[in-house]
């Protein structure tokens, strides 16, 4: 995985293109719990599930379909009536997306297993056709290891500048329509 940083930030960046003014602080939170979650299946680890297994890591949890589940979810339970100016299906596209862009990173890392986009219909492994970014090592304490410099250059390089340009995109498309 690239490390929860670049997950949130990810998040953080789509969600300047949906938000708009007057939208409360809890739309910025469920966006990036929503990025943060698919990792909870390391937890799996634990219990003696594989890596390669479809609840294993990159397995079901970083899936298209679920990100579809988990938006349809947070939005219907907490957000139904959306927030003023952004409707309930906006925000989740929104919370689909910050969702799903945890497995599209996870699929552009160079190391572990590709990810289970299909599951649980299909278990198949998948990475990007274009894998820059240095895959980041499991668990806090061993991310603070001499590998951690060129994990955080590839992830500036890869991931946060990208999020600033598409944070200013969004930023700079509000501004037109609010004048
Ligand atoms: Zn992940």
């Keep these: 995985m ?76 907490f957000f139904r009536q959306g927030f003023p100016g952004l409707g309930g299906k906006a925000l989740f596209a929104y919370l689909f997306l910050a969702t799903a862009s945890h497995g599209f990173l996870d699929a552009m890392t160079d190391g572990g297993l590709g990810v289970a986009f299909f599951a649980p219909f299909s278990n198949a492994r998948y990475f990007l056709f274009w894998t820059p970014i240095r895959v980041s090592p499991i668990g806090v304490s061993r991310f603070f290891t001499d590998r951690a410099l060129a994990v955080l250059k590839s992830e500036f390089l890869w991931i946060w500048i990208p999020a600033m340009l598409l944070a200013l995109f969004g930023w700079g498309v509000r501004k037109r329509e609010a004048t």
């Design 2 to 77: 690239p490390s929860a940083f670049s997950h949130a930030i990810a998040a953080l960046s789509i969600g300047t293109c949906f938000y708009r003014p007057g939208v409360p602080k809890r739309f910025w939170v469920a966006g990036t719990l929503c990025s943060l979650l698919p990792d909870l299946d390391v937890l799996g680890f634990g219990l003696g599930i594989n890596y390669g297994d479809p609840l294993g890591h990159r397995g079901l949890t970083h899936s298209l379909p679920f990100a579809a589940a988990l938006a349809g979810l947070v939005t219907f339970t």
